[in-house]
């Protein structure tokens, strides 16, 4: 549930109630403002709770950890917890002589810090769920799922879009200054901030395309170890999302460079210079949006369970791709995906070469489009959009 006007459920909630029956503790993590806090306290609306962005609980984790968790004897929930990073020795010491089944929840927005400390100090004692921006099916069931893919694109699905009367080009600029800026300059040294404004823009407009460095280096007047150390910033503060490809041994000779997606659309909207709805029925990058918004549904559908991302793409050096792999750790399920409203005629050609190379032509695979009818071609389901919000989640 959310603390708001609206009340939305989480997917994510029974998963974490899940997980807190079998672990002593259960970290959320994510992007800021995509709900953390406010799903880890309805979750757990009897623990007490603190945030070590407060600069005096901060303080008091850092100089007396001990003395701060033996106040909380039955356990508290803490939010940003890799702020203070001693903190998670002294959790270990106190889950292995008490173990308590979800006696601690923490939150945290940084990749590098929350999960390389749980690494270090509790591996094995932690139920982790990666909660990104609200999804399609939660949007459905609070009936707040707009039948406009363009608005949907254009706003994005960060929790604060649903419960205020908010515009992208009020709240995504503050969303930038506030948080990622900060968050990067905590991360590393940043001396050029105008460069690094400059280069997320240069990610946004490379959405849905192998990442090149040495280009977005160029481009941006920085070098290439810059260059891939900003990705690696971005990537965990959960900005954005880097997909793997396949490494399918039915052809060898496939690309082996990631594509480049954005955890929301309605950033990469705002960073591509899109301020209002019309300009994105006829923007360049309108299909590659589409794209990472459908990417985007499977991924947080992934995470909402508990699971690894475990998508990938596929595209061999002749050019030859499918946009997206289902991996469920025995077969690979195809997903292909147009932003069209209508099926071309070669719309297929890729899925149907895909199937007769890796010997899965029987096996169902997926078309989703900017349309609106369901229909099917063999094997191949073909899929509007907004039938995800059902699709995914079964």
Same mark, same amino acid.
């Given at each position: 549930?959310?603390?708001?006007?609206? =009340?939305? &459920? &989480?997917?994510? /909630?029974?998963?974490? =109630?899940?997980?807190? &029956?079998?672990?002593?503790?259960?970290?959320?993590?994510?992007?800021?403002?995509?709900?953390?806090?406010?799903?880890?306290?309805?979750?757990?609306?009897?623990?007490?709770?603190?945030?070590?962005?407060?600069?005096? $609980?901060?303080? +008091?984790?850092?100089?007396?950890?001990?003395?701060?968790?033996?106040?909380?004897? %039955?356990?508290?929930?803490?939010?940003? #917890?890799?702020?203070?990073?001693? +903190?998670?020795?002294?959790?270990?010491?106190?889950?292995?002589?008490?173990?308590?089944?979800?006696?601690?929840?923490?939150?945290?927005?940084?990749?590098?810090?929350?999960?390389?400390?749980?690494?270090?100090?509790?591996?094995?004692?932690?139920? @982790?769920?990666?909660?990104?921006?609200?999804?399609?099916?939660?949007?459905?069931?609070?009936?707040?799922? $707009? %039948?406009?893919?363009?608005?949907?694109?254009?706003?994005?699905?960060?929790?604060?879009?649903?419960?205020?009367?908010?515009?992208?080009?009020?709240?995504?600029?503050?969303?930038?200054?506030?948080?990622?800026? &900060?968050?990067?300059?905590? @991360?590393?040294?940043?001396?050029?901030?105008?460069?690094?404004?400059?280069?997320?823009? =240069?990610?946004?407009?490379?959405?849905?395309?192998?990442?090149?460095?040495?280009?977005?280096?160029?481009?941006?007047?920085?070098? /290439?170890?810059?260059?891939?150390? *900003?990705?690696?910033?971005?990537?965990?503060?959960?900005?954005?999302?880097?997909?793997?490809? /396949?490494?399918?041994?039915?052809?060898?000779?496939?690309?082996?460079?990631?594509?480049?997606?954005?955890?929301?659309?309605?950033?990469?909207? *705002?960073?591509?210079?899109?301020?209002?709805?019309?300009?994105?029925?006829?923007?360049?990058?309108?299909?590659?949006?589409?794209?990472?918004?459908?990417? =985007?549904?499977?991924?947080? #559908?992934?995470?909402?369970?508990?699971?690894?991302? %475990?998508? /990938?793409?596929?595209?061999?050096?002749?050019? @030859?791709?499918?946009? @997206?792999?289902?991996?469920?750790?025995?077969?690979?399920?195809?997903?292909?995906?147009?932003?069209?409203?209508?099926?071309?005629? %070669?719309?297929?050609?890729?899925?149907?070469?895909?199937?007769?190379?890796?010997?899965?032509?029987?096996?169902?695979? *997926? +078309?989703?489009?900017?349309?609106?009818?369901?229909? #099917?071609?063999?094997?191949?389901?073909?899929?509007? *959009?907004?039938?995800?919000?059902?699709?995914?989640?079964?």
């Amino acid at each position: 549930m959310c603390y708001c006007r609206i =009340m939305i &459920r &989480r997917t994510a /909630h029974d998963t974490i =109630m899940r997980l807190a &029956r079998g672990f002593p503790v259960v970290a959320i993590t994510g992007p800021r403002q995509s709900g953390k806090t406010t799903l880890a306290r309805s979750a757990f609306p009897h623990k007490p709770y603190l945030t070590l962005e407060d600069p005096d $609980t901060r303080l +008091l984790a850092e100089s007396d950890p001990r003395g701060l968790l033996s106040a909380y004897p %039955d356990g508290l929930i803490i939010d940003e #917890a890799q702020r203070a990073p001693l +903190l998670f020795s002294y959790l270990q010491g106190v889950v292995d002589n008490n173990l308590v089944p979800g006696k601690y929840v923490l939150t945290g927005s940084q990749q590098f810090g929350l999960l390389s400390e749980i690494t270090q100090s509790l591996a094995g004692r932690v139920g @982790l769920v990666q909660l990104l921006p609200f999804a399609m099916n939660e949007l459905e069931s609070a009936g707040k799922l $707009t %039948d406009d893919v363009d608005r949907l694109m254009l706003y994005g699905m960060y929790p604060p879009f649903y419960d205020r009367d908010l515009a992208p080009s009020d709240w995504l600029p503050a969303y930038v200054n506030t948080y990622i800026e &900060r968050d990067v300059r905590q @991360l590393i040294n940043v001396r050029d901030l105008s460069a690094f404004q400059r280069f997320i823009r =240069m990610c946004a407009a490379r959405t849905g395309q192998l990442l090149n460095l040495s280009s977005l280096a160029s481009d941006c007047g920085i070098s /290439h170890n810059t260059a891939a150390a *900003w990705i690696s910033v971005l990537e965990a503060s959960y900005v954005v999302f880097l997909l793997r490809p /396949h490494f399918s041994n039915f052809n060898k000779r496939m690309v082996k460079t990631p594509k480049l997606y954005f955890i929301d659309t309605g950033l990469a909207a *705002w960073l591509l210079g899109v301020r209002e709805q019309e300009q994105l029925v006829f923007h360049a990058q309108r299909g590659a949006l589409f794209e990472n918004l459908v990417v =985007m549904e499977f991924l947080k #559908a992934r995470f909402n369970k508990g699971q690894q991302a %475990d998508l /990938h793409f596929w595209r061999d050096s002749k050019g @030859l791709e499918v946009d @997206l792999l289902l991996d469920d750790g025995i077969t690979l399920k195809p997903v292909e995906i147009k932003s069209g409203q209508t099926i071309a005629a %070669d719309s297929l050609v890729s899925l149907k070469k895909w199937c007769d190379l890796s010997g899965t032509s029987g096996r169902p695979a *997926w +078309l989703v489009y900017g349309g609106t009818s369901e229909l #099917a071609n063999g094997n191949i389901a073909i899929i509007p *959009w907004r039938k995800l919000a059902s699709e995914i989640v079964a």
